[in-house]
């Protein structure tokens, strides 16, 4: 789980403090990643997501 403040809500959660606004966290966060969820509360753009 990525967030400013991460919580676990299972034991084995893995959870990664970062900032999705900083393209460089976000980055790091889902390293190694197969799959990402995205439900951030911020509005979809395309542009501003895509790689």
Request: proline share 6%; glycine share 4%.
């Amino acid at each position: 789980m990525v967030n400013r403040n991460p919580k676990k809500v299972n034991v084995d959660d893995q959870l990664f403090p970062e900032n999705l606004l900083a393209a460089a966290q976000t980055d790091h966060a889902i390293e190694g990643s197969e799959i990402v969820y995205f439900t951030a509360g911020l509005p979809m753009n395309s542009e501003m997501w895509e790689v």
